[in-house]
């Protein structure tokens, strides 16, 4: 779930920072065909969502629509980021086989969900351009880290939107913001 999240939370900031104004009113066709990236169908109906926000029509053929708009990624998808500092767990062989556990001082892992989505619009009769977003880059995050095995602390924007909807902390332990950000500071240098 927090994988998909993180894809489909960048991707809402990325359509945030469209300023549909311009077409605020106007019938709209959606031309997708330039769109291919991860959980496409979220794009588009996020795209809807906003457009009928605006009070816009949207209309299943370009002859129908006073605007058509083309909606392509530049990059959808996720990536994450391991840090540990302890002893690994340790295989060690021999007649009986012993492993040792894993001991944490300090581990954090970090993922983040990267949306770049451009859309530019033009008058369907016309072709003069009525809108141009530009390339809107945003990204989601969800980070965990533990110290010394006192169970894990979570922070990011995935989970304060997990908070917000739900009342659930992914946390163990509570840490006010500034505490986990001095923790996200230090794991930075």
Known sequence: GVEQLLVSSAIDR??????????????????????????????????????????????????????????????VGTDRQNLFVGVPNLQLPGPVPFSTPEIPFFKRDRANGTAKLA??????????????????????????????????????????????????SESVLYAPAAIARTASDMTRR
Do not use: F
């Not at 457009?51 to 209309?59: A, F, H, K, M, Y």
């Not at 010394?148 to 304060?160: D, I, T």
């Open 14 to 75: 990325s359509l945030d920072k469209v300023d549909l104004r311009p077409i605020a009113g106007a019938k709209v066709y959606i031309e997708e065909k330039y769109l291919d990236c991860v959980d496409k169908n979220y794009v588009l109906i996020g795209l809807h969502q906003r457009l009928l926000r605006s009070g816009c029509t949207i209309v299943g053929k370009a002859d129908d629509a006073q605007v058509t708009l083309e909606v392509a990624s530049g990059g």
């Open 119 to 168: 859309i530019v619009g033009y008058d369907t009769t016309t072709r003069q351009p009525v809108l141009n977003s530009g390339s809107q880059l945003a990204r989601s995050d969800h980070k965990t880290w533990n110290v010394m095995g006192s169970g894990h602390v979570v922070s990011g924007s995935v989970p304060k939107e997990i908070l917000a909807a739900t009342g659930e």
